[in-house]
Nanobody
Framework: QVQLGESGGGLVQAGGSLRLSCAASGRTLSSYVMGWFRQAPGKEREFVTAIGRTGGNTLYSDSVKGRFTISRDNAKNAVHLQMNSLKPEDTAVYYC??????????????????WGQGTQVTVSS
């Protein structure tokens, strides 16, 4: 099973940017569909974005489309999430996840087998 670890979270003002990274170990990420999810206090974990194995296909939630960009570097076994025009409602713990099926990009958390520990993103108004 692949081990995942997120970094890059922090406190930023509304309108600012952050870049999250997800580093993998134990397995190569090139055979996995990768996703980012987030969970705000008192809310369920929600889908943010996903990327296909080669990086050629991406999927975004409506709430982040046009502001967030997912990318991957299979050579470095890493996935990134560039977050621009951040809003207070983006405040959450962000999780990186890997889907070993590697076929279709899913919005469903139960399709992802491996998860990181999460990184906190706080957007102040």
């Amino acid at each position: 099973q692949v081990q995942l670890g997120e970094s890059g979270g922090g406190l930023v003002q509304a309108g600012g940017s952050l870049r999250l990274s997800c580093a993998a170990s134990g397995r190569t990420l090139s055979s996995y569909v990768m996703g980012w999810f987030r969970q705000a206090p008192g809310k369920e974990r929600e889908f943010v974005t996903a990327i296909g194995r080669t990086g050629g296909n991406t999927l975004y939630s409506d709430s982040v489309k046009g502001r967030f960009t997912i990318s991957r570097d299979n050579a470095k076994n890493a996935v990134h999430l560039q977050m621009n025009s951040l809003k207070p409602e983006d405040t959450a713990v962000y999780y990186c996840a890997a889907d070993r099926r590697g076929t279709t990009m899913s919005r469903r958390s139960y399709n992802y087998d491996s998860w990181g520990q999460g990184t906190q993103v706080t957007v102040s108004s």
